[in-house]
């Protein structure tokens, strides 16, 4: 079985993403559980599929795309509590500004 490695963000992995939110991102899945984070990276960044992450990570191949999916939805709840987002008809983000009442948020 294959030793789970960094699996750090860096721009040349997401090249349509700008530094600023880059660095947001990277912020907030380092806050993620293992558990959640490590099969979104793998799966999302690195591109593994879910049986192969299932056999790294000695979990079921459904425990493997409900972790992806769980992790999803974590940083989506943080990312939108904290920011507002203009998407293109893609789904790629074309702005994003803080909300008002969130001009703290530490995280982006």
Same mark, same amino acid.
């Given at each position: 079985? &294959?030793?789970?490695?960094?699996?750090?963000? *860096?721009?040349? &992995?997401?090249?349509?993403?700008?530094? &600023?939110?880059?660095?947001?991102?990277?912020?907030?899945?380092?806050?993620?559980? %293992?558990? +959640?984070? @490590?099969?979104? $990276?793998?799966? =999302?960044?690195?591109?593994?599929?879910?049986? &192969?992450?299932?056999?790294? @990570?000695?979990?079921?191949?459904?425990?493997?795309? *409900?972790?992806?999916?769980?992790?999803?939805?974590?940083?989506?709840?943080?990312? *939108?509590?904290?920011? %507002?987002?203009?998407?293109?008809? +893609?789904?790629?983000?074309?702005? +994003?500004?803080?909300? $008002?009442?969130?001009?703290?948020?530490? =995280?982006?």
């Amino acid at each position: 079985m &294959e030793k789970v490695e960094n699996l750090s963000l *860096t721009p040349k &992995e997401l090249p349509n993403m700008n530094d &600023e939110m880059l660095v947001c991102l990277s912020s907030i899945l380092s806050e993620l559980p %293992e558990k +959640y984070r @490590l099969p979104l $990276e793998m799966h =999302d960044l690195k591109g593994i599929k879910h049986k &192969e992450i299932a056999e790294i @990570l000695d979990i079921s191949l459904s425990g493997s795309k *409900t972790r992806v999916q769980r992790a999803k939805e974590r940083l989506k709840k943080v990312l *939108t509590d904290c920011c %507002e987002f203009e998407f293109d008809a +893609y789904g790629n983000i074309l702005d +994003y500004r803080r909300h $008002e009442k969130n001009k703290d948020c530490k =995280d982006c």
